[in-house]
């Protein structure tokens, strides 16, 4: 069965800083996707930046990037410039068969 | 209304209450998923639908019923709970639940608590 770990359960990072929150998962797939998501503390959950795993190229949205790693089977998802908005849980998920969720990052943001 | 919305946002009951929780997409979506997520623990998928049909059901205790009477709408119907179902349920929908591809559209989530 597919695992995701999640080995940071809270990071901080100041404003306008860089973070990196880290992703590991276990699958024997070849063909799969892996997301990340951030769930504010409204608690809807949406939908920040999805990778291919046939792709060898980065995913990039804007500030949000990832380190997409598939031999080591790391996905590591690194925020630039960070803003106060972006405290939140982020929850990385790999998508093979089902759905599969890490247990979450919490990031704060220091002003 | 747009998006995934869920109602109601908080739910609290006692073990004997029998509830429904109602989910509703209006993104035009085939799948709707019912999750939990209990603090500390990775969400659980619970059910899967698609067009209308139980596609996967994760060894969910039958005091949990799920109802997809359209491709839009889905409930999760609740009977003798225990203290332990306390968590956050969440529904999401996709295009459909075959493709990796597709994104996983959620709603803001019900708060239950059972006492």
């Known amino acids: 069965a597919q695992t995701v770990t999640q080995s940071q359960p809270e990071m901080s990072v100041q404003e306008a800083e860089t973070v990196t929150l880290s992703c590991t998962y276990d699958t024997s797939e070849s063909d799969y996707y892996l997301f990340w998501y951030k769930q504010p503390p409204s608690r809807q959950m949406i939908l920040v930046i999805r990778?291919?795993?046939?792709?060898?190229q980065n995913a990039t949205e804007n500030r949000f990037s990832v380190n997409f790693q598939k031999a080591a089977k790391s996905f590591s998802l690194k925020i630039s410039d960070s803003q106060l908005g972006d405290a939140a849980m982020y929850f990385c998920?790999?998508?093979?068969?089902?759905?599969?969720f890490g247990k979450g990052t919490r990031l704060s943001v220091i002003a | 209304e747009t998006g995934v919305t869920q109602t109601p946002r908080h739910l609290v009951m006692g073990m004997t209450n029998k509830k429904s929780l109602k989910c509703e997409q209006h993104?035009?979506?085939?799948?709707m998923y019912w999750y939990k997520q209990s603090a500390k623990k990775p969400l659980e998928l619970m059910f899967v639908?698609?067009?209308?049909?139980?596609?996967e059901n994760n060894s969910v205790p039958s005091r949990f019923s799920p109802e997809c009477p359209n491709s839009s709408h889905l409930f999760l119907h609740l009977h003798t709970l225990q203290p332990e179902d306390s968590a956050l349920y969440l529904c999401?929908?996709?295009?459909?639940?075959?493709?990796?591809?597709?994104?996983?559209?959620f709603g803001p989530g019900t708060r239950l608590t059972v006492l």
């Open positions: 990778q291919e795993a046939y792709k060898q």
């Open positions: 998920a790999y998508r093979g068969t089902p759905l599969v």
């Open positions: 999401a929908s996709s295009q459909d639940s075959g493709s990796s591809y597709n994104e996983q559209f």
């Open positions: 639908y698609s067009l209308e049909e139980r596609v």
């Open positions: 993104l035009g979506h085939n799948a």
